[in-house]
C-alpha cells in the first residue's frame, strides 16, 4: 500500500472519530465505510484517487461527505432521505447496513459531481463558536468601553459576525435578544464574562470562497457541511441564516493574510479581528503573514484606537499532547495575550477562566 493511500485511509478514519466523539454516529460509521471501500479498491478509491497526498488541512473527509450530504439535501439522491436526519429521516443502529449499498448506487451515478466537491474548501461557519466569540469580546471590551470594528478573516457566510443578535443560555442567566432565531443553551460554564453591551458598528468578513446566504444556494451549501444527525446544530445554522438576511455585514474574497495586511484602525472605536477554526487551515507561510500583520497592526493602537485578536482555535501544549481547543486574545497597547476559555471546536458550553 502506497504512503499516500495510508495518509488517506488515517484521515478518513480519523475524521470518523472525532466525529462519532463529537456526537455523530452517522459521520463516525460512514467515514470507516469510505475508509474501507478506499482500501478495497471501490468507487469512493476513484472518486478520491488524486487527493491521497492533500495534506490534513484541506479536509477532504469532509468536502467527500459534505458533497453526498448536498446530494440529499437538494433531491438529487432522494433515495437516501429516509436515512438523512437532515431531511427527516433516521440513522439507527443498523442504518449503515442499510443505507451503504444507497451510498454505493449514488457514488457511482454522481462521480464527477463528487470529484467537484472535493475542490470545495468545507465552509461550516459553525454557529455554536459563537458563545466563545461574543464572550471573549465581552470580556475584551470591558476594558475599552468603545463601538466595536470587527473583522473576521476565514469568515465563510459571515455568520457568526451577527453574534451579537443571538441569544444565549447560561445556568441560570441569558445574554443577548430572548427573540433571537438563534438560542444557544448551556453556552457559559465558570468565570462568566461581564454582563455588558455590545455595539458592533461594522462588520467585515473575509473569505477564499465567501458564500451569500440571501439565496437558497447559499442556505443549501452551508447546510451540506453540518453533520446531519446534529439536529441542534442544524437549528441555529437556520436560524443564523435568518438573522443573516435582516443584519448586513460585508463580505469579500480575499486570505486572511491580504485581508489583515489592509487592516486599519479609527479613532474612538475598538478595531477587533476574530477568527475561529481558521488558523490549521491556513499554510505556513500564510500564517506567518498574518502574524506579521497583526504585529503592524497592534503597534499603531493606542489608547483611542486599541485593537484586539480574539482567537477560538485548536492548541498544543507540546509535542504528542491532546489538542484543546482555546479561546485566547491579545490587546493593544500592549499586546498581552491571555487565555479566556476553553471548549469543543463546535462551541458550547465554553468554560471560562
Do not use: K
Not at 132 to 140: E, K, P
Amino acid at each position: 500500500m502506497s504512503s499516500g493511500i495510508e495518509h488517506l485511509l488515517h484521515m478518513l478514519r480519523s475524521q470518523g472519530r472525532f466525529c462519532a466523539a463529537s456526537g455523530s454516529a452517522m459521520y463516525g460509521e460512514l467515514f470507516e465505510l469510505v475508509a474501507n471501500d478506499v482500501e478495497a479498491g471501490g468507487v469512493f478509491a476513484t472518486i478520491l484517487s488524486g487527493h491521497e497526498d492533500d495534506p490534513s488541512r484541506h479536509a477532504v473527509p469532509l468536502r467527500l461527505l459534505g458533497g453526498l450530504h448536498r446530494l440529499v439535501l437538494d433531491g438529487r439522491a432522494a433515495e437516501l432521505r429516509r436515512w438523512y436526519p437532515s431531511t427527516g429521516g433516521t440513522w439507527d443502529a443498523g442504518s449503515a447496513i442499510q443505507a451503504w449499498p444507497e451510498i454505493l448506487r449514488t457514488a457511482t451515478h454522481s462521480g464527477d459531481t463528487l470529484r467537484a466537491a472535493l475542490d470545495q474548501p468545507p465552509q461550516t461557519n459553525e454557529v455554536g463558536r459563537s458563545a466563545a466569540l461574543i464572550g471573549g469580546l465581552l470580556r475584551i471590551n470591558r476594558g475599552f468601553d468603545l463601538p466595536i470594528r470587527l473583522f473576521e478573516v476565514g469568515s465563510s457566510a459571515g455568520l457568526n459576525m451577527r453574534a451579537d443578535h443571538y441569544h444565549y443560555r447560561y445556568g441560570r442567566g441569558e445574554w443577548g435578544p430572548v427573540d433571537s432565531p438563534v438560542t444557544i443553551d448551556d453556552a457559559w460554564h465558570g468565570a462568566l464574562p461581564p454582563h455588558g453591551a455590545v455595539r458592533i458598528i461594522e462588520r467585515n468578513g473575509y473569505d477564499i470562497a465567501p458564500i451569500d446566504v440571501t439565496g437558497a444556494d447559499g442556505e443549501m451549501t452551508l447546510l451540506s457541511y453540518v453533520w446531519p444527525d446534529q439536529d441542534a446544530r442544524l437549528d441555529r445554522l437556520r436560524g443564523a441564516i435568518a438573522v443573516a438576511r435582516n443584519v448586513p455585514a460585508r463580505l469579500e474574497r480575499n486570505t486572511a493574510a491580504e485581508a489583515v495586511a489592509g487592516l486599519g484602525l479609527a479613532d474612538g472605536a475598538l478595531t477587533v479581528l476574530w477568527h475561529s477554526i481558521t488558523w490549521q487551515y491556513m499554510s505556513d507561510d500564510e500564517r506567518a503573514a498574518v502574524r506579521e500583520g497583526i504585529g503592524a497592526v497592534g503597534a499603531q493602537a493606542d489608547a483611542g484606537s486599541p485593537f484586539a485578536h480574539l482567537t477560538l482555535e485548536p492548541a498544543r501544549d507540546g509535542p504528542g499532547a491532546p489538542i484543546r481547543f482555546l479561546v485566547r486574545a491579545r490587546s493593544w497597547p500592549g499586546g498581552e495575550l491571555a487565555v479566556l476559555a476553553e471548549c469543543h471546536p463546535h462551541g458550547p458550553p465554553v468554560n471560562w477562566r
